[in-house]
């Protein structure tokens, strides 16, 4: 028998789970994460192939989804000094590169920045020849003082021939050690959005690096030697290499983990999750078993951004929420969390915090710790303060909504066993076994994708034929990334007029995703 091993890594928990070739759920569990990853998923491994008593040699596939990305842009630790380059003079000179961003960040980057000649229309002319000899001398100046390098340049995603020509120049003179991100390949139109985008993905290539090499070396401490991916955040795989170029594609690869796991769960392929953490409770969108994307700009670290994030609305309601009670008896909920802390600091487990676990257990809805030290409270005002805790998580999921249509609602994460089977808005509610793992499981059962986006001249007589050609260019490179070529299909396609363009051009995307290919 063949398993995969799913690893999620939390602020708080590192998660695990063991499955069969047929997705059976072998074994699970939780330990907390610790401060160098590589030693959480050791211990987390070790300990799941321990109670499992499976041979580790059978272990097929292992997948990774971290949240260490994002927490190392939000705390400011471990980024790379990063140099800056705009391509665009002297039309995008009136702001300046890392308008926007907050000065801490700034500080920590380096300051490297620089403004070339160069960049394109939107109807792809050049605005200006692309300034070779300043590339070089940039180059130059920066050797030995930053770590890698965000390249823009005005609308390169039409047409990206400047930031690939800068790259050989840099590369010429910097070798291929340096990492270099092209905003063609992180971000879509909108020049300060997607130059942030590309800043943030080159200053956390050394914390994707340090996260990919120590899962690598706790397999192999654990005598695993799996085929290795990560977890990307339209709740897909990637491989290592492509993760070391792209680790903004992780950020929020948590939430979709767990969106995906709801699906695999509940059996559901359209539905609300909400996903209730120790701190907060992130309520996504399935559609046809993925997570619905953002159409926003999206804020990542007080940094405005337009790069593929899943739709999520994220609340201050979890497990470890405090409730505070005035002298008249009305309350608050939140938005603060006791978080990792919760057995020390719950009154069910002796502590002397109020919080969302307690009321639940006061009012019998869970069983947890001791009833005894929390039989006490008045049961009126837990009644008022469980239904606010009900009405908090029916608001949001109205929220998610796009019509008012009753709609499946899933919940999962470690905290869901504190709500009820029956909410507002939901046609049916789940709470499936092994919810509280639902992230490890994401990562598990997650698919190989494959995407292309071109520009195509489109007309009536052609437009079947080009579009059928796409989606058979979108299913070959998800063949090639190791998905099984008998179980792929396309999950998601867009075509767009270009009316700028001369000739009928249409930007076409397409994505397909399917199983891992087995090797029997």
């Known amino acids: 028998m063949n398993y995969r091993l799913g690893i999620d890594v939390g602020g708080t928990n590192t998660d695990g789970v063991l499955l069969d070739r047929n997705m059976k759920v072998i074994h699970s569990l939780k330990t907390p994460t610790t401060e160098d990853v590589e030693t959480g998923i050791y211990n987390t491994i070790h300990q799941l192939v321990e109670e499992a008593k499976v041979n580790v040699e059978n272990i097929e596939f292992a997948m990774l989804g971290t949240t260490q990305c994002t927490n190392a842009i939000v705390e400011r630790k471990k980024l790379n000094r990063v140099a800056t380059i705009r391509i665009g003079a002297p039309a995008a000179t009136a702001i300046k590169p890392l308008a926007g961003v907050p000065e801490d960040l700034q500080a920590i980057l ?12 939107y109807n792809g002319d050049e605005i200006n020849t692309l300034n070779e000899d300043r590339i070089r001398s940039i180059a130059e100046e920066i050797k030995g003082k930053v770590d890698s390098i965000a390249l823009t340049s005005i609308f390169s995603p039409v047409d990206q021939t400047h930031e690939t020509k800068a790259e050989e120049i840099l590369r010429e003179v910097l070798g291929n050690d340096i990492s270099i991100s092209l905003s063609s ?14 800043i943030l993905n080159a200053s956390i290539i050394n914390v994707a690096k340090t996260t990919a090499e120590g899962f690598e070396k706790a397999l192999q401490h654990n005598g695993i030697h799996a085929k290795v991916f990560f977890c990307q955040n339209d709740g897909t795989l990637m491989s290592k290499e492509y993760t070391l170029k792209y680790p903004i594609l992780t950020v929020a690869c948590g939430p979709t983990n767990s969106l995906r796991g709801a699906s695999f769960l509940s059996d559901n392929k359209d539905a609300i999750i909400v996903d209730v953490g120790g701190t907060t409770s992130d309520v996504g969108v399935l559609v046809k078993g993925f997570p619905r994307q953002s159409s926003l700009a999206v804020e990542l670290g007080g940094v405005r951004t337009n790069f593929r994030m899943p739709d999520i609305n994220s609340i201050g309601l979890g497990g470890g929420t405090i409730i505070r009670v005035a002298e008249d008896n009305t309350f608050t909920v939140g938005p603060d969390s006791v978080g990792h802390r919760l057995l020390e600091e719950a009154l069910v487990f002796g502590g002397s915090t109020l919080t969302t676990t307690d009321v639940a257990v006061a009012l019998g809805k869970v069983k947890l710790g001791n009833p005894e030290n929390v039989a006490q409270l008045d049961k009126n005002l837990l009644e008022a303060i469980y239904k606010r805790m009900v009405e908090m998580i029916e608001e949001a999921v109205d929220k998610i909504k796009t019509s008012a249509a009753d709609m499946p609602v ?21 709470q499936p076994e092994n919810g509280g793992v639902a992230n490890a499981i994401g990562s598990a059962i997650s698919q190989i994708s494959g995407e292309i986006e071109k520009i195509y001249s489109i007309s009536k007589e052609n437009r079947e034929e080009i579009l059928k050609q796409a989606k058979e ?37 397409v994505k397909a995703a399917g199983d891992l290919a087995i090797q029997v």
């Open 110 to 121: 380096g300051g490297h920045t620089y403004m070339v000649e160069g960049g394109h229309e």
């Open 473 to 509: 260019l979108a299913i070959s490179e998800t063949i090639k990334a190791g998905a099984d070529s008998e179980k792929v299909g396309i999950v998601d396609m867009e075509s767009v007029p270009l009316a700028y363009l001369p000739g009928n051009a249409t930007r076409v995307k």
């Open 185 to 198: 390949e992180v971000g879509s139109i909108g020049l300060l959005e997607r130059e942030n985008a590309t």
């Open 410 to 430: 899933v919940f999962v994460g470690g905290g869901s066993v504190l709500f009820p089977n029956e909410i507002k808005g939901a046609s049916q509610v789940y």
